[in-house]
Nanobody
Framework: QVQLVESGGGLVQAGGSLRLSCELK????????MGWFRQAPGKEREFVAA????????NYADSVKGRFTISRPDAKDTVYLQMNSLTPEDTAVYYC?????????????????WGKGALVTVSS
């Protein structure tokens, strides 16, 4: 069974940076596309970023392009989300996701595995 373990959330001032990490346990990391989604208070969960199994392809929501970077270094079963120039609108619970199908990942529906979420709070 796949387990996704997130870390790195917290409180940061507007303009600051945070890095989220998500370790995949229980299966072969290289066979999964990985992604991040977020859910702000009172809103639906939305796509943030995704990276393909080999890491060659990435996809970002328009709202985070140029500020967030998703990566999956070789030899680590971990995906990262580097978040820069944070604004209060980025405040949300961030969820790591894993699926063997790229299109399922970027659509965000019927994704196979989800982490428990990491809270990111950006103060103004």
């Amino acid at each position: 069974q796949v387990q996704l373990v997130e870390s790195g959330g917290g409180l940061v001032q507007a303009g600051g940076s945070l890095r989220l990490s998500c370790e995949l346990k229980g299966r072969t990391f290289a066979t999964y596309a990985m992604g991040w989604f977020r859910q702000a208070p009172g809103k639906e969960r939305e796509f943030v970023a995704a990276i393909s199994r080999g890491g060659a392809t990435t996809n970002y929501a328009d709202s985070v392009k140029g500020r967030f970077t998703i990566s999956r270094p070789d030899a680590k079963d971990t995906v990262y989300l580097q978040m820069n120039s944070l604004t209060p609108e980025d405040t949300a619970v961030y969820y790591c996701a894993a699926d063997q199908n790229w299109f399922t990942m970027i659509r965000g529906t019927r994704v196979s595995y989800w982490g428990k979420g990491a809270l990111v709070t950006v103060s103004s």
